[in-house]
C-alpha cells in the first residue's frame, strides 16, 4: 500500500491567498484526521471524519478554515484567506474505525504539507 | 485534554537507558506512543488501554499506571535509531487523540 498521500509537500503562498491542502487515506481506512503542527503549540486536531462524515471540527481554529471528504478516497483542507499565523506543517492521518467509542487503533500519517504564508 | 510530556528534552548516549513520562490530572481512556523523526511524519509505536498494562516494541517498552494517570517510555540500551521526538496521546473517544507537546531524545554515539 501507498500509505497515506498528501499534496502539496510545500506550499509558499502569500498573505490573502487561498490555500487547498489534499489527502488521500489508505485504502480501507474509513476515519481521517487533520493535524497541525507548530513549534508553539505542538500536534493539534483540527478536524476528523468518520466515514466521510464530519464528527468533530472543534479544533477548526476559524471559519478561514474548511475541510471536505467527498469520498472515502479524498479529503481536503482549506484555508482562505491565509495569513502569516497558518504557517505550519499540516499533517493528515487516516485509520480504521475503532469496533467501539472505547477502543482505538493506530493512526497512519502522511508526509505533511508544510505551508509558509508570508 | 492535553497530556504534560516530560522531561521536554534528553541526551543520552548509545546503549544507555532512558525513561520519558506522560500524565494527566484525569484518568485516561487510553495512552498511544509515537515517534517522529526531524522532517518526517509521526510512526506509531503502541497503545496501552488498561491500567497496569506494560508493553514492549523492540527494546522499547511503556508502563500505564493503575490509575491510568501516567504512562512512561522506557528506552533500553539506546540506539541511534532511537534518536526523534517522542509524543503521548490521550485517548479521547472515538478514535480522536490530543497529543503532548513531546519529548526529544537524542541519542549520540
Known amino acids: 500500500d501507498a500509505g497515506v498521500i498528501q499534496s502539496p509537500r510545500h506550499e509558499v503562498t502569500e498573505m490573502g491567498q487561498e490555500v487547498t491542502l489534499r489527502c488521500k487515506p489508505i485504502?480501507?481506512?474509513?476515519?481521517l484526521f487533520w493535524y497541525r503542527q507548530t513549534m508553539m503549540r505542538g500536534l493539534e486536531l483540527l478536524i476528523y471524519f468518520n466515514n466521510n462524515v464530519p464528527i468533530d471540527d472543534s479544533g477548526m481554529p476559524e471559519d478561514r478554515f474548511s475541510a471536505k471528504m467527498p469520498n472515502a478516497s479524498f479529503s481536503t483542507l482549506k484555508i482562505q484567506p491565509s495569513e502569516p499565523r497558518d504557517s505550519a506543517v499540516y499533517f493528515c492521518a487516516s485509520s480504521s474505525l475503532a469496533g467501539s467509542l472505547s477502543s482505538y487503533n493506530e493512526q497512519f500519517f502522511g508526509p505533511g504539507t508544510r505551508l509558509t504564508v508570508l | 485534554q492535553q497530556p504534560v510530556q516530560s522531561p521536554q528534552a534528553v541526551i543520552l548516549r548509545e546503549g544507555e537507558d532512558a525513561v520519558i513520562n506522560c500524565s494527566s490530572s484525569?484518568?485516561?481512556?487510553?495512552v498511544h506512543w509515537y515517534r517522529q523523526k526531524h522532517g518526517e511524519a509521526p510512526v506509531f509505536l503502541m497503545i496501552?488501554?488498561?491500567?497496569?498494562e506494560q508493553k514492549g516494541h523492540e527494546k522499547i517498552s511503556a508502563s500505564f499506571n493503575e490509575k491510568k494517570q501516567q504512562s512512561s517510555l522506557y528506552l533500553t540500551a539506546s540506539q541511534l535509531s532511537y534518536s526523534g521526538t517522542y509524543f503521548c496521546?490521550?485517548?479521547?473517544?472515538?478514535?480522536?487523540?490530543?497529543f503532548g507537546k513531546g519529548n526529544q531524545v537524542v541519542v549520540i554515539p
Open positions: 496521546g490521550s485517548g479521547r473517544g472515538n478514535n480522536r487523540l490530543a
Open positions: 496501552l488501554l488498561k491500567g497496569g
Open positions: 485504502s480501507g481506512h474509513n476515519s
Open positions: 484525569k484518568a485516561l481512556y487510553s
